[in-house]
Every structure is written in structure tokens, then in C-alpha cells.
């Protein structure tokens, strides 16, 4: 029997104690994601909110209260303590009347928390946007040394077989430069190892090697050679078409002496319109489970939902953000 992705995931966090905030208490989606993971062991979810409303639903759901931990901000004791360090953090950015406001809000508050070594990552956006999710998390969280900005990528996965990839940017940057590009193919290498898959990077493009000229296909041969330049050792390719990139046939033809090409499982597009209707079109057509948007390249994990996410695949990104976080440990 193939043993799935997530059940790999649960098996890397369980019992690990690993602490997830969910500032978007009052959704129903979210208590009940919360409270499983919180049965089977996976995680201590936070939520925040206000504890009866939050607790009412825990009843409805039929899970039994097991100190849950509840947050509503407005009450919070240590307040004043967060006000301070946030103060700090935004030295000359905020004043202390944006600290009183900015504080009441969910994803501040959840980020604050993860920031203040209180929680391990944050899963938000059943209800809020993704700018209210990823603004919080740059101003406080930010990105790591050396890199300039975050980006999102997709799983793409079948869950009863060993088949899964790594489509990225295809969730913030509209559309990055060579630099970024490159900074991105690094990032999503890192990620792709959290799913226990050997990174094999293809930068893709409308062009293989060449065949075309034009300024998009030079702008991903020049990520190509930065991203080299970053890191050595990464299997990377490109410019590759993706039927090179994908197909060993078509790779054998196209570009014959690369060691990515036909083999890749990491695919980096080139601007976020291609990225968006790739996965997309994977999703529909290739029947598979895009998981994401998983935010990749802040200090801490945060990630982003779809504001149409069921319970489920609330679950599970809040498994990934564990997984994460111990990788980032």
C-alpha cells in the first residue's frame, strides 16, 4: 500500500506539540479544522475570537472541550507587552494609536503571537483576503536574510500515490524580475524537501534553450544563471518549454544534455498569469489536489487560504504549516 503525502505529514508533527494560530475564530470551517487536529494529536491550535461563540460551535461540531486555547485580543492580559514590542518592530512605521488599532485586528494579533515565539505559524484567509494575511506577516515576521520578497507556490498532489510537484509564484509576484525569479527557484527548492521530494527545478518558459528570442524567454535564461550563481548545487535548469521539462521523450530532443529536463518536479513559471492558469489547468484537467497557496521565504511560517477552502483543505494546510515549522526550527 503507498502511504500518502499527508499521512507522512502527520507522522513528521505528531505529538510534537507544535502550536498554529487561527485568527479567523468565528468561521465554522476553521473551529472544525482547529479541533481535529487538535483530536488526532497533530497540533495546539490558538483561536482567536470570542470564547463562547468559538466554544458553541466546538459543542455543535461534538468535540469534547480540551483546553482549547482562546484568545479573544480585545481582553488579552499580556496586550500592552505585544503593544511594546510592536512599537519596536515598527520604530518610526506606527505610532502607539496604530498599535491600539492594528492590534484588534485577527491577523496582527496572530502574527504578533507567532512573532513573540507564542505560536509556530498562522493559518489564515477563509474570510479575509490575501493582502490582509501576507501584509501583517512582511511588517513583523519578514523575509529571510538574502531574500527580497515571499511568494506562493501550489502542491500539487495526488494523495494515493507517490505523484506530487511544486508548481510556484503562482500566488503574489505578478511578475517578477531575473532576480527574483532566481530568489524563487531557491526558495521553492527548500520547500519542495518538507514533502520529501528531491528537487529537480525547471525554470520554464514558451522558449527551450534558445529556440525562441524574445525578452521573456532572456528574462528566465537570466534567472537561470543567477539562480546557479545562489546555489551550485541545485538541480535547476532553463529555459524549458514544459513538455521538456516534463516529458523524457520530448527532453531527449529538445534539450538532450540536461539533467532536469524530463524529470522535473519543481516548476517554476515565469510571471504569476502563467503560474495562476498552470495549476489551475493541472487541477481541472490532471486531476490533482492543489494544495495552497503555501507562503515560502518569511522567517516563520504563515500561509494563506482561499476564501472558498473547506474544512478539510484548511486541515491540511494547517499540517504543512507544521511541517514547516519544524523545518524552520
Not at 155 to 179: G, V, W
Not at 308 to 328: C, F, M, V
Request: a negative charge; charged letters at 25%; one cysteine or more.
Amino acid at each position: 500500500m503507498i502511504r500518502g503525502l499527508f499521512g507522512e505529514l502527520r507522522s513528521k508533527i505528531a505529538g510534537k506539540g507544535i502550536k498554529i494560530v487561527f485568527p479567523e475564530g468565528n468561521d465554522e470551517r476553521v473551529v472544525r479544522a482547529a479541533a481535529r487536529l487538535k483530536f488526532e494529536g497533530l497540533a495546539d491550535p490558538i483561536i482567536l475570537g470570542e470564547a463562547e461563540e468559538i466554544k458553541s460551535l466546538l459543542r455543535q461540531f461534538g468535540f469534547v472541550e480540551q483546553n482549547y486555547t482562546i484568545i479573544n485580543p480585545a481582553t488579552y492580559p499580556e496586550l500592552d507587552k505585544m503593544k511594546e514590542l510592536f512599537l519596536e518592530l515598527r520604530k518610526g512605521k506606527a505610532t502607539a494609536e496604530d498599535a491600539d488599532r492594528l492590534l484588534l485586528d485577527v491577523n496582527y494579533f496572530g502574527v504578533m503571537l507567532v512573532k513573540m515565539g507564542l505560536a509556530d505559524g498562522m493559518v489564515s484567509g477563509a474570510i479575509r483576503s490575501t493582502a490582509d494575511t501576507v501584509r501583517p506577516a512582511l511588517q513583523i515576521i519578514k523575509t529571510k536574510p538574502g531574500i527580497s520578497r515571499t511568494s506562493g507556490v501550489f502542491l500539487m498532489n495526488r494523495e494515493n500515490t507517490k505523484e506530487r510537484y511544486i508548481f510556484a509564484d503562482c500566488a503574489i509576484n505578478i511578475d517578477p524580475n531575473a532576480q527574483e525569479l532566481a530568489e524563487i527557484a531557491i526558495n521553492t527548492a527548500d520547500t519542495a524537501k518538507i514533502f520529501d521530494l528531491d528537487p529537480k527545478i525547471a525554470m520554464l518558459s514558451f522558449s527551450t534553450k534558445g529556440s525562441a528570442k524574445a525578452p521573456q524567454a532572456e528574462k528566465v535564461q537570466e534567472a537561470t544563471k543567477l539562480a546557479r550563481e545562489l546555489a551550485p548545487d541545485l538541480a535547476l535548469d532553463g529555459e524549458l518549454q514544459f513538455d521538456a521539462a516534463f516529458v523524457p521523450e520530448t527532453a531527449a530532443i529538445k534539450a538532450p544534455n540536461s539533467d532536469v529536463a524530463g524529470y522535473a518536479n519543481v516548476f517554476i513559471f515565469p510571471d504569476l498569469q502563467s503560474g495562476n492558469i498552470g495549476y489551475k489547468i493541472a487541477q481541472r484537467l490532471g486531476m490533482f489536489e492543489a494544495v495552497g497557496p503555501i507562503l515560502q521565504g518569511l522567517n516563520s511560517p504563515v500561509n494563506d487560504l482561499s476564501r472558498g477552502s473547506s474544512a478539510e483543505d484548511i486541515y491540511k494546510l494547517a499540517i504543512i504549516t507544521a511541517a514547516q515549522s519544524l523545518d524552520n526550527a
